[in-house]
């Protein structure tokens, strides 16, 4: 077995990987994906939270009002992800209120189920063990804001890191109301590495989120505290995380 093992990696090493990207047909992507079962990740991330594996250190955890779009950046479509439902539909829709476009709900149920709903459900477990803050990001340029559905997939990195007016990659000139918000998200995370809690002087304090009393900060063009953001949603799609994966921890 050893051998074959053996022979088995050194055909994929000499595979050029020009190759892997001239492959066609159903169920194959060059979607990036966690290596899970290894010395550094033994687990995936739902699972270690879930049978109280991870460190009980304060966590601030979150996601992007467009994060669909990295989905869409490897081929899914969210239209035809609504219509494989079949008569799901009728329940997932009541979850959308005035969202009639198929393809316009397909986008925010995977944003939901695979982001939002997400960190909603790492934040409800790490809360048992230390203090959680969660966010949700949408924080466009200004001059972008009549073109942009939100703040895409990774989109949140030049405001954390303060390289928005560096990195070219914004897609619009920032303005000095964009560049102030910026610069009170960048307050905020220098605050947590400090001190373990997210807050400015300045600034609203940031609450804990738990599991009875479900809150946000909601970065935009104003940050505000948002209590119960998108709850009976994010419970319901957590419902389904929970059974999917068969969490029984709480």
Same mark, same amino acid.
């Given at each position: 077995?050893?051998?074959?093992?053996?022979?088995?990696?050194?055909?994929?090493? =000499?595979?050029?990987?020009?190759?892997?990207?001239?492959?066609?047909?159903? *169920?194959?992507?060059?979607?990036?994906?966690?290596?899970?079962?290894?010395?550094?990740?033994?687990?995936?991330?739902?699972?270690?939270?879930?049978?109280?594996?991870?460190?009980?250190?304060?966590?601030?955890?979150?996601?992007?009002?467009?994060?669909?779009?990295?989905?869409?950046?490897?081929?899914?479509?969210?239209?035809?992800?609504?219509?494989?439902?079949?008569?799901?539909?009728?329940?997932?829709?009541?979850?959308?209120? *005035?969202?009639?476009?198929?393809?316009?709900?397909?986008?925010?149920?995977?944003?939901?189920?695979?982001?939002?709903?997400?960190?909603?459900?790492?934040?409800?477990?790490? =809360? /048992?063990?230390?203090?959680?803050?969660?966010?949700?990001?949408?924080?466009?340029?200004?001059?972008?804001?009549?073109?942009?559905?939100?703040?895409?997939?990774?989109?949140?990195?030049?405001?954390?890191?303060?390289?928005?007016?560096?990195?070219?990659?914004?897609?619009?000139?920032?303005?000095?109301?964009?560049?102030?918000?910026?610069?009170? &998200? &960048?307050?905020?995370?220098?605050?947590?590495?400090?001190?373990?809690?997210?807050?400015?002087?300045?600034?609203?304090?940031?609450?804990?989120?738990? &599991?009875?009393?479900?809150?946000?900060?909601?970065?935009?063009?104003?940050? =505000?505290?948002?209590?119960?953001?998108?709850?009976?949603? &994010?419970?319901?799609?957590? *419902?389904?995380? /929970?059974?999917?994966?068969?969490?029984?921890?709480?």
């Amino acid at each position: 077995v050893a051998d074959a093992e053996a022979h088995a990696h050194r055909q994929l090493r =000499a595979l050029p990987a020009e190759k892997l990207a001239e492959l066609q047909g159903p *169920g194959l992507s060059l979607a990036p994906s966690l290596i899970v079962g290894d010395a550094a990740m033994p687990r995936t991330l739902l699972a270690a939270f879930q049978a109280g594996g991870q460190a009980a250190v304060p966590l601030v955890i979150g996601s992007n009002s467009d994060e669909t779009s990295v989905a869409l950046a490897f081929g899914l479509d969210p239209a035809a992800l609504i219509k494989k439902l079949g008569t799901g539909r009728i329940l997932v829709r009541p979850l959308y209120p *005035g969202v009639a476009d198929d393809a316009e709900l397909g986008r925010q149920v995977v944003r939901d189920v695979a982001f939002t709903a997400f960190s909603r459900r790492i934040a409800v477990l790490q =809360a /048992k063990r230390a203090p959680v803050f969660r966010y949700y990001f949408d924080l466009v340029p200004q001059a972008a804001r009549d073109t942009r559905v939100g703040v895409a997939h990774g989109g949140e990195v030049p405001w954390v890191f303060g390289t928005a007016d560096l990195c070219g990659c914004m897609g619009a000139d920032l303005t000095d109301a964009d560049r102030t918000a910026g610069a009170v &998200l &960048l307050q905020r995370w220098a605050g947590f590495a400090r001190t373990g809690r997210p807050d400015i002087p300045a600034g609203e304090p940031w609450p804990a989120d738990t &599991l009875w009393r479900p809150v946000v900060m909601n970065f935009s063009d104003k940050q =505000a505290v948002e209590r119960g953001f998108m709850a009976h949603r &994010l419970d319901t799609l957590i *419902g389904g995380l /929970k059974f999917v994966s068969r969490g029984r921890t709480d």
